[in-house]
Nanobody
Framework: QVILEESGGGLVQPGTSLSLACKVSRRTANTLAMAWFRRTPGKEREFVAGISRLGGNIEYIDGVKGRFTVSRDDATNSLYLQMNELKPEDTAVYYC???????????????????WGQGTQVTVSS
C-alpha cells in the first residue's frame, strides 16, 4: 500500500507564496511519476503540474507556468510544489498523485494515476 500525504496548505493573500509538500510512504516513490492536481467545488479534478520518474519530464498547465515549480526529492520520498504570485483563482483543494504505469512521462488525466493523497486546502483571498 502506497500512502501519499500532503501538507502546507493554508490561507494566503494574493501575490504571496506558498509551498506544498507530499510525503510518499514507501521507498518505491522513486519508481513513480508524480503530479499535483486541484479541485474546486463543482468542477473536475484538474492537472496542475507533474514530474516524471527521475525528473526528466516536467509539465505545467498554462495558468501556472512561470509561477509554480514542481520538484521531487527521491532521497526523502517527497514531492513539492512551490507556488508564487498566487491568485484567487488558485484557490482549491490540492492533491498529490502517483503514477506507477507511465512513470517516465507525465500524464494529464486523473485516471492515469494510481495513488492519491487526501488533499490540502489552499485559499487565496484578501
Amino acid at each position: 500500500q502506497v500512502i501519499l500525504e500532503e501538507s502546507g496548505g493554508g490561507l494566503v493573500q494574493p501575490g504571496t507564496s506558498l509551498s506544498l509538500a507530499c510525503k510518499v510512504s514507501r521507498r518505491t516513490a522513486n519508481t513513480l511519476a508524480m503530479a499535483w492536481f486541484r479541485r474546486t467545488p463543482g468542477k473536475e479534478r484538474e492537472f496542475v503540474a507533474g514530474i516524471s520518474r527521475l525528473g526528466g519530464n516536467i509539465e505545467y498547465i498554462d495558468g501556472v507556468k512561470g509561477r509554480f515549480t514542481v520538484s521531487r526529492d527521491d532521497a526523502t520520498n517527497s514531492l513539492y510544489l512551490q507556488m508564487n504570485e498566487l491568485k484567487p483563482e488558485d484557490t482549491a483543494v490540492y492533491y498529490c498523485a502517483g503514477d506507477s504505469i507511465y512513470a517516465y512521462s507525465v500524464k494529464f488525466g486523473a485516471a492515469d494515476y494510481d495513488y492519491w493523497g487526501q488533499g490540502t486546502q489552499v485559499t487565496v483571498s484578501s
